[in-house]
């Protein structure tokens, strides 16, 4: 069964402390939540057991069942991600 990306996104976003993102467009949040999940999978993608690049940008999913340790690197590194480019824009 496929994992899909919004999974991934609702544990992301868990750990926002900026809650104001989520009141922002859908298209846009799922847009930046995106690129920051793909980043996430090129970050963890060498020590991972399964092929993170097996996933459907169309139908937002990874083609195959991940489980929730690897859904849990996958939002950590989203958040971190965001959480990166929240400090850099302060600066």
């Not at 467009?25 to 057991?49: G, M, N, P, W």
Request: some cysteine.
């Amino acid at each position: 069964m496929p994992t899909k990306f919004e999974e991934i996104y609702g544990r992301a976003v868990f750990r926002f402390t900026d809650y104001s993102f989520l009141s922002t467009c859908t298209d846009v949040k799922e847009a930046v939540l995106e690129k920051y999940l793909l980043s996430s999978i090129v970050d963890f993608q060498h020590s991972c057991r399964v092929d993170l690049n097996d996933y459907d940008l169309e139908k937002e999913q990874f083609n195959i069942e991940l489980d929730n340790e690897i859904v849990e690197i996958l939002s950590l590194g989203i958040a971190f991600h965001w959480l990166n480019a929240q400090a850099m824009n302060r600066q």
